[in-house]
């Protein structure tokens, strides 16, 4: 069974940092472009940050940028998501997601309705 698994999310004051970690089981996250997504209480699904397969491109939402680094290690099957800066308004469940994809910006591929598998989500919650 193809699955993804979040892990890393937890409570941290305003400016603190958080790491966040994605791996596959059931098949290989390599052959995946890879999308940190998150949703807020009351809020819509949003996109956070993604990156292509091989790891060249990376998108992040204007509310990231400057703070947050996505990163994958295709030799462990890993994509990582580097929080820094953190705000209160960065509070929300954050999702793991992947499509076989195999484009070159990953602008293009940072889309909800683009992504076919999904993670269960880990929760960060920024406040004192």
């Known amino acids: 069974q193809l699955q993804l698994v979040e892990s890393g999310g937890g409570l941290v004051q305003p400016g603190g940092s958080l790491r966040l970690s994605c791996v596959s089981s059931?098949?290989?996250?390599?052959?995946?472009?890879v999308g940190w997504f998150r949703q807020a209480p009351g809020k819509e699904r949003e996109p956070v940050s993604c990156?292509?397969?091989?790891?060249?491109?990376?998108k992040y939402a204007d509310s990231v940028k400057g703070r947050f680094t996505i990163s994958r290690n295709n030799a462990n099957g890993m994509v990582g998501l580097q929080m820094n800066s953190l705000k209160p308004e960065d509070t929300a469940e954050y999702f793991c997601a992947a499509v076989a994809w195999y484009g070159i910006d990953a602008g293009a591929v940072c889309n909800l309705d683009l992504m076919r598998y999904w993670g269960k989500g880990t929760l960060v919650t920024v406040s004192t």
């Open positions: 059931g098949f290989a996250l390599e052959h995946f472009a």
């Open positions: 990156i292509t397969r091989n790891g060249e491109s990376m």
